[in-house]
């Protein structure tokens, strides 16, 4: 080949920096979902865990607007029960462990939210 | 069967499509929920009513006690910062009968009542010049009359202190918590780079508390439904001389001075 004994290291070279990521994530330990400190005196929370997980967000996002706009401070859980909307007096009453629950997670999945510059966080944590 | 160059070029562009616009169905899919059956509703002990308003009675707020009684009651409960100089933080402050009743030409009033000082606060106006100027509705009535601060949404413009007539607005212009002593666990402080000011207490009012101030008082202070004509406040504006302040400018302030 013509110029090979470039080109030939070249193409080796650049498939190796292309697939960088590949490789890279199989040397790399695999991501292990975080052990969560979990309320000790509760089951369940407001909604299913698959529901929370995926929703919570979403979840605190109307809150906010339903308890400051609508004037209404009352979620009725889809399994009939009444929580009043509240992070600070409803959430972190039984999450009480907020290092070891929201951080932990939010740490391992590089999300920064800036909930608690305002909220206060629960007082069993520092 | 040989394909042209023609032929491969439109099935791999239909191809392409077709595989763009799945993901966008998968991720027009994946829009958050609520959960099925879930419903939002007024707390059981919330009080109600049309327009909330307060009568301050100044011939009974006397002594600097009686007002520092007050004010700490409202910035314990509101996790309001002393802050010692010009960047303070004020929910209900006082202030003198010249700079309070600006609108009043009397040149000779009675000694007593221009060396006085009143207790001020958030008007919670009929027509919030602040809510008019918020560019981004963090700053809004509601039905109710009383006008309220979504902080999540606030990016500190500062317009509404600029619409505010009454001065009732302030900003953090650093962090406010260095300057909290006791933090009230059960709300909120505020962030650098937010307005704030009183809220007539509407998140004690959802429970069925009266707002800090009026409880603080000893009867001082009267709050209640300014429509309902049995209410305290309109039995006290029934029966007194009250004024308001700076009605002048038609922002139709909820907070009456029996004087």
């Known amino acids: 080949m013509y110029n090979g004994k470039y080109i030939i290291p070249g193409i080796v070279i650049f498939v190796g920096l292309f697939t960088f990521p590949f490789w890279s994530n199989l040397l790399t330990p695999k991501y292990e979902r975080p052990q969560l400190a979990m309320p000790a005196d509760q089951k369940e929370c407001i909604e299913p865990a698959e529901y929370m997980r995926a929703e919570h967000m979403h979840i605190l996002d109307v809150w906010r607007d339903q308890a400051l706009r609508e004037g209404k401070r009352a979620y009725v859980a889809s399994n009939g029960k009444v929580w009043d909307i509240s992070l600070q007096n409803t959430c972190m009453k039984c999450h009480a462990n907020k290092a070891d629950f929201c951080d932990k997670c939010h740490n391992s999945n590089s999300v920064s939210p800036y909930c608690w510059d305002c909220h206060v966080a629960p007082r069993g944590n520092q | ?259």
């Open chain 2, 1 to 259: 069967m040989s394909t042209t160059r023609r032929q491969f070029l439109k099935i791999a562009g239909l191809a392409a499509f077709g595989l763009g616009t799945s993901s966008a169905l998968d991720a027009a899919d994946a829009v958050a929920k609520d959960m099925p059956g879930a419903k939002y509703e007024v707390g059981e002990k919330h009080l109600a009513a049309k327009r909330w308003a307060m009568v301050i009675d100044t011939r009974k707020l006397e002594s600097r006690e009686d007002f520092e009684r007050i004010i700490h009651a409202c910035h314990t409960v509101h996790n309001v910062p002393s802050i010692p100089n010009k960047q303070e933080i004020k929910w209900i402050w006082t202030d003198k009968y010249d700079r309070v009743f600006t609108d009043d030409m009397s040149q000779h009033l009675s000694p007593a009542v221009r060396e006085k000082d009143y207790l001020l606060l958030c008007n919670h106006c009929e027509n919030p010049p602040c809510v008019r100027v918020c560019p981004t509705k963090a700053t809004f009535k509601r039905a109710d009359g009383i006008v309220v601060m979504d902080y999540h949404r606030c990016i500190g413009c500062r317009f509404c202190m600029a619409g505010c007539p009454y001065g009732a607005r302030s900003f953090n212009f650093g962090d406010p918590r260095p300057y909290l002593k006791d933090v009230n666990p059960a709300f909120p402080t505020r962030m650098r780079g937010v307005v704030e000011k009183c809220t007539f207490c509407s998140e004690r009012l959802e429970v069925g508390l009266q707002p800090a101030c009026v409880e603080a008082s000893n009867g001082a202070i009267l709050f209640g439904d300014l429509d309902d004509p049995n209410s305290p406040v309109r039995k006290a504006l029934a029966e007194n001389f009250s004024i308001r302040r700076k009605p002048s400018i038609g922002t139709q302030p909820g907070v009456y001075y029996i004087v």
